[in-house]
Every structure is written in structure tokens, then in C-alpha cells.
């Protein structure tokens, strides 16, 4: 088989981005499932990264599913906290961090019924 060496991407968590009566709700699809429910405007979901030696050198990736697409690279963060966008457009859009005890964070801005979808971090082993 073709090996790829170090470059599996390995997911994280994901989280659905539902929108419930004009209100963004983030529900982490993990066991147990949590929820957080926020105003319209923005909303910043959390993923803690388990496992990784250096979290502060790793590069950890957001994407998004939208219903019936691909899944689609936002942005990734890498060592020095610096933001890399896969689109300039993303730039106003999402903004991500990594905070201490290995949790990098995504915020959605300007949140819209468009936005509802499955996001996803995840990190290149």
C-alpha cells in the first residue's frame, strides 16, 4: 500500500452548528453530548486536544461540512498561535486560538441559517 508517512489527519471532535429560533445552539458530538446555547451574533466552540506531546507546536485545523457538501478547510493555527485562512473571505468570518490545557477554540461571526453545519477540528500526526 502507498504509505503517507506522518501525515494522517487525525479528528479531534466535532461539533453540529444548529440554529434554533434565530439562536445558535453547539452540540459537541461526543459521549456525553454538551450544549451550549448562545446569542446570534457569534458563537466559540472549544476543542481540547488529547494526546498530542506539544500542543503548542502542534497545527491544529478547523473545518466545516455544510448539509450536502465536502467537508471544507477554514483555517489552520499553527505553532506560534499565528492563523493561517484558507480563504481571505474567512478572515472577518472565523477567528481561532490556542488557549492553555490544550484547548484551541473557533469563533463564528456574523452567524446566518447558512452557517449550520458540522465543524471539525483535527490535527496532522
Known sequence: GLSLGHSRLAVLAAFSLLLIHGHAQVLLQ???????????????????AEGIANFQAAYIHWY??????????????????????DSES????????KREN????????????????TYYCAYWE
Do not use: F, H, W
Open 30 to 48: 461526543q459521549s456525553p453530548p454538551s450544549v451550549t446555547k448562545m446569542g446570534s451574533k457569534s458563537v466559540t466552540i472549544e476543542c481540547k
Open 64 to 85: 466545516r461540512q455544510l448539509p450536502d457538501k465536502a467537508p471544507e478547510r477554514l483555517l489552520y493555527v499553527t505553532a506560534a498561535s499565528q492563523v493561517s485562512y
Open 90 to 97: 474567512y478572515r472577518n468570518k472565523y477567528s481561532s486560538y
Open 102 to 117: 490544550n484547548i484551541c477554540t473557533l469563533s463564528v461571526d456574523s452567524i446566518q441559517d447558512g452557517d449550520a453545519g
